[in-house]
C-alpha cells in the first residue's frame, strides 16, 4: 500500500493545502477580490486569477473547489476591523477618528457592495461571509466606542440616538455614490460627523 493510498484523501488533501503560506493565502485572496471590484462578481473566473497571481489554476481549484467558495474565504480573511486602536479619550473625536478610518477604506468596500450586489441575494453563505468581513466587525467596534462614551459619562446609556449611530455611518457610505455620484472620503464623513451625528448625540 502506498503512503498515500495509506493516509487516504482528506489527509493528502491537508498537506497539499499546506504547501501555501499564508503569505501566498492572502496573495490570492487580495487577487480575487480586486477583480470582484474591478470586473463584477459574474466575470471573475478562477483562470484569470490564476493568472494574475502566476499560479496554475489547478492550484486554486485543490484550495477552494468553486468560485463561490474562494470569494467566501477571501472575504472571511479580512474579518477585522478598521476601527481597532481608536480610543482618544473622547466619543467625539472617537467618532471623528472612525469617520477618517472609514473614508480610507470607503471606495474600496462600496465597490466590493456594489459588485457582489446580485450575487450576494443568490448565495447565503456569500451573503454572510459578506456581512462578517465588511459589517458585523465595524458594527461592533463602533457599539465599543459609543460604550466607552456611556462608561465615561459623556452621553447616558438611554439617549436615543444610540442605537442609530452605526446604521448613520454606514448608510452615509453606501448612499452617497448613488446621490452624489461621489465616494464618501474622510473628509466628508469627518463634516457628517460633526453635522449630524454628534448633534444627535448632543456633543459638539
Known amino acids: 500500500m502506498t503512503s498515500q493510498a495509506a493516509d487516504g484523501p482528506e489527509t493528502v488533501a491537508a498537506s497539499r493545502r499546506s504547501k501555501i503560506t499564508p503569505e501566498r493565502e492572502q496573495e ?7 477583480q470582484v471590484r474591478e470586473c463584477g462578481y459574474e466575470a471573475v473566473t478562477m483562470e484569470g486569477v490564476a493568472a494574475s497571481t502566476r499560479c496554475s489554476k489547478s492550484t ?5 473547489k ?5 470569494v467566501v474565504a477571501a472575504l472571511r480573511s479580512r474579518r477585522r476591523s478598521k476601527f481597532d486602536g481608536i480610543d482618544t479619550g473622547s466619543l467625539a473625536d472617537d467618532l471623528r477618528e472612525a469617520a477618517r478610518a472609514a473614508g480610507r477604506w470607503s471606495m474600496h468596500d462600496t465597490k466590493l457592495l456594489q459588485a457582489l450586489g446580485h450575487a450576494v441575494t443568490q448565495d447565503a453563505e456569500l451573503a454572510q461571509a459578506l456581512r462578517e468581513a ?3 466587525p465595524e458594527i461592533a467596534a463602533l457599539r465599543h466606542i459609543l460604550q466607552r462614551g456611556v462608561d465615561r459619562g459623556e452621553i447616558t446609556a438611554g439617549h436615543p440616538a444610540l442605537e ?3 446604521a448613520q455611518m454606514f448608510g452615509v457610505i453606501r448612499a452617497r455614490p448613488v446621490v452624489d455620484g461621489k465616494y464618501a472620503d474622510p473628509d466628508y464623513l469627518v463634516h457628517f460627523v460633526e453635522a449630524a451625528v454628534l448633534p444627535a448625540l448632543g456633543l459638539t
Open 134 to 136: 465588511l459589517v458585523e
Open 60 to 64: 486554486l481549484y485543490r484550495q477552494w
Open 164 to 166: 442609530y449611530v452605526p
Open 28 to 34: 490570492f485572496f487580495d487577487a480575487v477580490l480586486e
Open 66 to 70: 468553486t468560485k463561490p467558495q474562494f
